[in-house]
């Protein structure tokens, strides 16, 4: 069995790294672990005191469809957030926050321009009578349903419409912390010549929730998108678009296809079944287990891919897998960070770990994971900061 420690070091490069390099064998997480750093200030960023100061979800789109490397001057990073806190009148003061002094909306949006992304980067939501408001918003007659949001591309091998996964929630009774339940897959087409912050969308109606043999529950995708085109700066493109999707309690995760003029047509979209690429989805075969419901598939300048991920979706350690293709088989799992904040109190939990090749170094993977409590509506109000990304890196220097 294959351990290979050089392979993380290779991981950090993404489109620039060395192709080539030799491999050797460990089995030590500690070796592997000397390669991360925390990123304080890409987690200062989000470490705020008015306005919009806390999010879970965070993909970043390039908006000029570049995946795989940092923006010039004129480029402009789309970040989308699930649920999201706003402070309605000035600032958080000394830790403390009244229940009728923040709101939850269920997504917002950031955007961060040029080469220096961090001290750009601003929030926006909708507001209606003066308060915050859902961006995405789905187009039913039932007003208790809303839009989380999954990963997103610029489609510039083919029509270059931006588009973004969404998923339809509905709150629901429950004794337990979860008391909602997904409802369908969404894809939101926003037009090329629709501008920042994107009041005009289409609603895509997708199949892409269904059972699978074996398994509890359905599958859902739109965790992770690897758009493997040359347009999109790939180191070795084949011109396909993957998308992730996982199941169940076991996370199990799953992959699907298509070519990007087809990407808006579910018909024309291929599932991986373990051995070829079918149309029938319900033979989906996994690609490996304890996933999470947000992740990553990076492509390596060395022709190989790179996962990221929480492992089993809320446990405090991120993962990394890497393969030599968009499906596997990938080489075992390697714990690479284990989140501190879990240690502070014991519902706080670690969550939807995932790398941003679009806001690395060019010597490093940049990757964020979300941090939340078991008793939200309690901490938050004597700790407004908890709920928000943090960032690590995992750096040659």
Not at 7 to 23: G, H, R
Not at 263 to 281: L, N
Not at 321 to 332: A, M
Not at 334 to 363: M, Q, R, W
Request: a negative charge; glycine letters at 6%; aromatic letters at 14%.
């Amino acid at each position: 069995m294959f351990q290979k420690l050089i392979l993380f070091c290779i991981v950090i490069l993404l489109a620039s790294c060395k192709p080539n390099i030799d491999i050797e064998k460990t089995n030590s997480t500690s070796q592997v672990e000397s390669f991360i750093q925390q990123d304080a200030e890409w987690t200062n960023a989000f470490l705020r005191d008015e306005n919009v100061f806390g999010v879970d979800g965070i993909f970043s789109i390039p908006l000029n469809g570049k995946e795989f490397s940092k923006p010039s001057a004129k480029d402009s990073i789309l970040f989308v957030f699930s649920d999201s806190l706003i402070k309605l009148k000035g600032k958080i003061k000394d830790n403390k926050l009244g229940n009728d002094e923040y709101k939850m909306i269920h997504n917002s949006l950031g955007i961060a321009t040029g080469e220096d992304l961090i001290n750009s980067l601003k929030f926006d939501y909708k507001s209606e009578n003066g308060m915050p408001k859902t961006v995405f918003e789905p187009n039913d007659e039932n007003k208790e349903h809303y839009y989380w949001l999954g990963d997103g591309f610029v489609n510039t091998a083919g029509d270059s419409a931006l588009y973004i996964f969404a998923y339809k929630i509905i709150d629901v009774e429950t004794e337990g912390f979860f008391s909602f339940e997904q409802l369908s897959v969404d894809i939101l087409k926003i037009d090329k010549h629709e501008r920042y912050p994107f009041s005009n969308y289409e609603i895509i109606k997708t199949d892409l929730m269904f059972p699978v043999a074996g398994y509890m529950g359905q599958a859902t995708f739109g965790n992770a998108i690897l758009v493997n085109t040359n347009e999109a700066g790939a180191p070795h493109p084949d011109g396909y678009i993957y998308i992730y999707g996982t199941i169940g309690f076991e996370k199990d995760l799953f992959a699907a296809r298509v070519l990007p003029n087809d990407f808006d047509k579910m018909s024309a979209w291929k599932y991986w079944d373990g051995k070829s690429w079918v149309s029938e989805k319900e033979n989906v075969k996994k690609l490996v287990s304890n996933t999470s419901n947000e992740m990553s598939v990076s492509p390596l300048q060395n022709g190989q891919f790179v996962l990221v991920y929480q492992h089993a979706g809320m446990e405090p350690s991120v993962v990394m897998q890497l393969s030599k293709s968009p499906v596997g088989p990938f080489y075992p799992p390697k714990t690479i960070y284990h989140c501190p904040e879990v240690l502070e109190d014991k519902d706080f939990f670690a969550y939807n770990a995932k790398g941003h090749p679009s806001i690395s170094s060019p010597d490093s993977l940049l990757i964020s994971y979300n941090v939340n409590s078991f008793d939200f509506f309690v901490d938050v109000l004597t700790k407004p900061n908890l709920y928000r990304p943090r960032f690590i890196k995992i750096s040659l220097d």
